[in-house]
């Protein structure tokens, strides 16, 4: 029921700059703020980015978020190994709680 | 800081009710400050949200599953729980509970998460 949409896969080298896109439509982006999260491989998903691009205490500078219209971006800058995860972006439509398909970034 | 711990039985039978526990500690339930949710994930699949309650009682479901869900608070045992009706194998999934500072806020605090799988 995914109403957001991401790419499936992401990858670059260590030290590498990474951007993933989240798509969505007026009701939602347009009109909401985004979030994302980062799902370790056999973890619970864990708050990355709020308000579209605000970092939660203990969330390394290197991850960064933006929004424009009905798109957002997240962007990992100085790719680590311990990046390899999936990430997600959410939004509220109306009274819905949306998440993104889910990008798989992986580090070569 | 929030801590949630999901619990309830990992099989359950098609067309029965799913039923899973959520235990808070590190605040109270019944605090205006806090959001309570679930959360599920299909092995290999993306996040579906189930709805959300507030201490006040009100809900919150995800119009495709309204008809068949439940959530609710227990603020003597500092827990809510979430009722699932009639499953289906398309049920099967990593249920997680969430809490958030508000409405519209992210979910900051998640449970590990807890597989349930409906078959007979």
């Known amino acids: 029921q995914s109403v957001l949409t991401q790419p499936p896969s992401a990858s670059g080298t260590p030290g590498q700059r990474v951007t993933i896109s989240c798509s969505g439509s007026?009701?939602?982006?347009?009109?909401?703020?985004v979030n994302w999260y980062q799902q370790l491989p056999g973890t619970a998903p864990k708050l990355l980015i709020y308000s579209n691009n605000q970092r939660p205490s203990g969330v390394p500078d290197r991850f960064s978020g933006s929004k424009s219209g009905t798109s957002a971006s997240l962007a990992i800058s100085g790719l680590q190994s311990e990046d390899e995860a999936d990430y997600y972006c959410?939004?509220?439509?109306?009274?819905?709680?949306?998440f993104g398909t889910g990008t798989k970034v992986t580090v070569l | 800081q929030l801590q949630l711990q999901e619990s309830g039985p990992g099989l359950v039978k098609p067309s029965e009710t799913l039923s899973l526990t959520c235990t808070v500690s590190g605040g109270s339930i019944s605090s205006s400050s806090y959001y309570w949710g679930w959360i599920r994930q299909p092995p290999g699949k993306g996040l579906e949200w189930i709805g959300s309650i507030y201490y006040s009682g009100s809900t919150y479901y995800n119009p495709s599953l309204k008809s068949r869900v439940t959530i609710s608070v227990d603020t003597s045992k500092n827990q809510f729980s979430l009722k699932l009706s009639s499953v289906t194998a398309a049920d099967t999934a990593v249920y997680y509970c969430?809490?958030?500072?508000?409405?519209?806020?992210?979910?900051?605090?998640w449970g590990q998460g807890t597989l349930v799988t409906v078959s007979s």
């Open positions: 007026s009701s939602n982006i347009g009109s909401n703020t």
């Open positions: 959410a939004a509220w439509d109306d009274s819905l709680r949306v």
């Open positions: 969430v809490s958030s500072s508000g409405w519209y806020a992210p979910e900051r605090y």
